[in-house]
């Protein structure tokens, strides 16, 4: 069986305990038992391989059996996600998360059906980092993938310009993802619209920052799947998958 990950924040020492809502699931959930194999990450790349020595009521006693650490992949992959409606923003976030991408940027493009404002920010940015948070401890990612504030198209065009490579997904676009020469460092960012797609306003703005518009497909895929589509695409030239 694979075996599962938790996050920690301390992975020091021979002995560690797993608590606090980690360790309730692994205990309660889990039902994990003495013996049973446990990897702990923080998260940021580091990894303490351990063995289950004792299940409490809401946590587990583990011995440290070996430490390693995983390098950050490259070059980086960047999703900026225009806001999607419903919860096909937990989905795309999901599978994005599950695929390999490094960082998502919440989008709130002008066509977006959601809109994130007031409460609704923070509310719906827990959800989307809790998503996250879950679907890369369910895919073994040492490195969990960076959730950030929402930005407006100036805060998109701005990662545009900084990119090793920007892309803009567009479905009237002439050059084909898969035809795109990429670079072999730094950060590839990826520009995913809404619903109702990128507006002609947004398209000039990304061009003026660097970004070149690309079609993913011959075929249209809605906006909670078209970033991990694109994600396998370019993770598989890069060489990462």
């Known amino acids: 069986m694979t075996v599962p990950v938790f996050l920690a924040d301390e992975l020091d020492g021979p002995e560690l305990v797993l608590g606090g809502p980690e360790g309730r699931h692994a205990a309660t959930v889990r039902r994990l038992r003495a013996g049973e194999r446990v990897d702990l990450t923080d998260g940021a790349g580091s990894v303490a391989e351990c063995v289950v020595r004792e ?78 948070r879950e679907a890369g401890k369910q895919a073994r990612r040492f490195h969990l993938p960076e959730v950030t504030e929402p930005v407006t198209t100036a805060g998109a065009a701005k990662l545009l310009a900084q990119a090793a490579l920007a892309l803009v997904l567009h479905e009237e676009a002439a050059e084909p993802l898969s035809r795109v020469a ?60």
């Open 55 to 132: 299940v409490l009521k809401d946590s587990l006693r583990l011995e440290v059996v070996g430490r390693y650490e995983v390098a950050p992949a490259r070059p980086r992959l960047v999703v900026v996600q225009g806001l999607p409606k419903g919860d096909r923003g937990e989905l795309a976030v999901e599978m994005m998360t599950e695929a390999g991408v490094d960082t998502i940027v919440p989008w709130q493009a002008s066509r977006s059906i959601t809109q994130w404002k007031g409460d609704k920010v923070a509310k719906a940015l827990g959800r989307w980092r809790s998503t996250a």
């Open 182 to 241: 990429l670079p072999d460092d730094g950060d590839i960012v990826v520009v995913v619209g809404p619903e109702g797609g990128v507006a002609e306003r947004e398209l000039e703005e990304f061009r003026a920052a660097g970004a070149a518009p690309v079609q993913l497909g011959p075929t249209v895929l809605r906006t909670s799947t078209a970033g991990v589509a694109a994600a396998a695409a370019l993770l598989t030239r890069t060489g990462r998958w």
